[in-house]
């Protein structure tokens, strides 16, 4: 037995392809260019994740233009407008908002997974987005003839597609986005606003087996985006009892750069349930110094003194470039810090008498 370990999801893209989603919108580039640029970057970051030993990797996220709005990757029924989330450096993301029904989505995750495993032997992960962030699309004023409720249904099903598709797509595993929990307790420090996301996001668990809900698991950050975070100062207390109510096998709860990990794995030992997997962040995407091996060891030892070996994996934080246009992080220092993390749960597993 070894330590399970897992990329979040995302790698910076190279420059090229930056420019290249950024020709595609300007209508100046064509799909069929498009796609041997994305499909070169997705061949070199396939390459750079297999030279780090990792055990399971993903398609760095090539060609997302997000990790939240992929799926409405040429929808024609989208405004602009919809709800901001501010960062602590003063920049900002703006959603779109619904402009008229019906919800679906136009692009599937699963598309990005089976372009991966053609590129590789490894077991591939596959990250999607939370039902709970779709539903900030809906706008506050309404939509005539289509109710909350109604739009809701329509993005349990498509959330539920979502996920059904990748895992009969070959994933290893499906990770839910959930970067808006940690956000919503801000917005609503009541903590009900929390309570509606987890019970959406749980309203698409309910359409899995116990068998398929081992494979698909829940990654919580304070969100990560140009070096910055929304919502790094929200106590854990208040959040993971509640995110730990989620029906899903495996937690991916962003540690590393937590002030007191302590306190943290002490409120998650609290609440990890028996059939849960917790993935603790043991690599800071933000912080651009490398994480030796010897470091990784120590935070998953530290970890192992609060949590039962069978339910305790390592990953990062988050991902290294949840937004493709992000360039705070270089590739090269992204791949040093997996291969840091891989290296040190190996370190750990010996210590631990596992290998
Ligand atoms: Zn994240």
Redesign the pocket.
């Known amino acids: 037995m070894q330590i399970p370990t897992e990329p ?1 999801g995302s790698v910076p893209r190279p420059p090229e392809l930056i420019q290249a989603f950024n020709d595609r919108q300007a209508g100046v580039l064509s799909a069929a260019q498009f796609d041997l640029i994305a499909t070169a970057a997705l061949r070199d970051t396939i390459r750079r994740f297999e030279e780090t030993g990792s055990p399971v990797i993903t398609d760095g996220e090539q060609t997302k233009p997000s ?1 939240a709005t992929y799926p409405l990757a040429g929808l024609t029924n989208l405004a602009p407008g919809g709800v901001t989330i501010p960062f602590e450096d003063g920049h900002t993301r703006q959603l779109p908002c619904l402009a008229s029904a019906p919800f679906h989505y136009a692009t599937y995750a699963s598309q990005y997974l089976a372009a991966a495993r053609q590129l590789t032997t490894l077991p591939v992960k596959q990250a999607v987005i939370s039902a709970s962030a779709l539903s900030l699309l809906y706008p506050a004023s309404g939509i005539p003839n289509y109710s909350r409720e109604a739009f809701l249904s329509d993005l349990v099903a498509e959330a539920v597609a979502d996920i059904r598709s990748c895992l009969s797509t070959g994933a290893d595993s499906v990770q839910i ?1 959930f ?1 808006e929990a940690r956000l919503s307790l801000k917005l609503d420090p009541s903590g009900a606003l929390l309570k509606s996301f987890v019970a959406l996001n749980n309203r698409v668990l309910d359409h899995f087996t116990p068998d398929q809900l081992r494979r698909i698991g829940v ?3 304070p ?2 985006d140009r070096d910055s975070t929304h919502s790094a100062d929200v106590d854990y207390a208040a959040l993971l009892p509640v995110l730990f109510q989620l029906r899903a096998g495996r937690f991916y709860v ?1 540690l590393a750069s937590e002030k007191d990990p302590l306190r943290v794995l002490k409120i998650i030992a609290e609440n990890l349930q028996p059939h849960q997997t917790v993935f603790v962040g043991v690599i800071d995407p933000i912080n651009p110094e490398v994480e030796t091996a010897e470091t990784v060891r120590d935070r998953i030892l530290l970890a192992a003194d609060f949590l039962p070996l069978a339910q305790l994996g390592a990953t990062d ?3 290294f470039a ?1 937004f493709a246009d992000d360039t705070s992080t270089s590739r090269d220092i992204a791949f040093a810090k997996i291969r840091a993390r891989v290296a040190g749960v190996h370190l750990a597993g010996q210590q631990l008498g596992l290998s």
Request: aromatic share 8%; net charge negative.
């Open positions: 979040i990790f986005d970067t990654h919580t950050c969100g990560g962003q934080d988050c991902g949840p």
